[in-house]
């Protein structure tokens, strides 16, 4: 069965350091990986997505992420954390012929001032 | 401006009543999908339809029913038959394969 962790609630990084926000996933087949970020009480924002492709990965915001596949993850990254950069992020990955996103249970960013 | 419109934004009911929520959408996507949003569970899928007059039923779609009777409106339907509906209700919908999912602001049901 396919699934997405995302194995740390809550992740806490000073302004101006940089975030990692983790991923694994679990597909068969070549996996379509999504990134959103969510603030309170909001719909989802895509940030960036992995298609195919290079393994590095550019999105909104200054956000990236990189697709390992030996390591199956799909790691958010920042170079520079803002504190407007705090919210609510999740991981997805798509289910082939319905297009349907299967998420992870977030992970809540703080960035300190 | 293209988009997704949920309402309304926040909606209460009393134990035993159907309510429904509205999703509309002006993107021309074929495909809607709505999903529930608890903390710490992410999102899961309740239904979705991926052209009109079609609909199948994700991971959790007892006690909810959908219709799809135009392209541009996918409304969910919390019957009295589920058990506990208080939730964060999310609506998305996507051009094709390959392309992210677009969602709207969300319905916040609270049952009183």
């Known amino acids: 069965a396919q699934s997405v962790a995302q194995p740390e609630d809550q992740v806490n990084v000073a302004e101006g350091n940089p975030l990692t926000v983790k991923c694994t996933y679990s597909v068969s087949g070549n996996p379509y990986l999504f990134w959103y970020v969510q603030y309170p009480n909001r719909g989802l924002q895509f940030l960036l997505k992995y298609i195919t492709g290079d393994n590095l990965v550019k999105g909104s915001y200054g956000f990236e992420a990189e697709f390992n596949k030996s390591q199956t993850s799909f790691h958010l990254k920042k170079p520079s954390a803002l504190v407007s950069d705090s919210a609510l992020y999740f991981c997805?990955?798509?289910?082939?012929?319905?297009?349907?996103?299967?998420f992870g249970t977030g992970t809540r960013l703080q960035v300190f001032p | 401006d293209g988009g997704i419109t949920q309402s309304p934004k926040y909606l209460f009911r009393k134990e035993g009543q159907n309510v429904t929520l509205s999703c509309e959408q002006n993107l021309n996507h074929d495909a809607m999908y709505w999903y529930r949003q608890d903390p710490g569970q992410g999102l899961r899928l309740i239904y979705y339809?991926?052209?009109?007059?079609?609909?199948q039923k994700g991971d959790i779609a007892e006690g909810y029913s959908v219709s799809r009777e135009k392209k541009e409106s996918f409304p969910l339907t919390v019957t009295s038959a589920q058990k506990n509906p208080t939730a964060f209700y999310l609506c998305a919908s996507i051009q094709g394969a390959g392309y992210e999912q677009f969602f709207g602001p969300g319905t916040r049901l609270t049952v009183l």
């Open positions: 339809s991926q052209i009109v007059n079609d609909f």
């Open positions: 997805a990955v798509r289910v082939r012929l319905t297009d349907k996103l299967i």
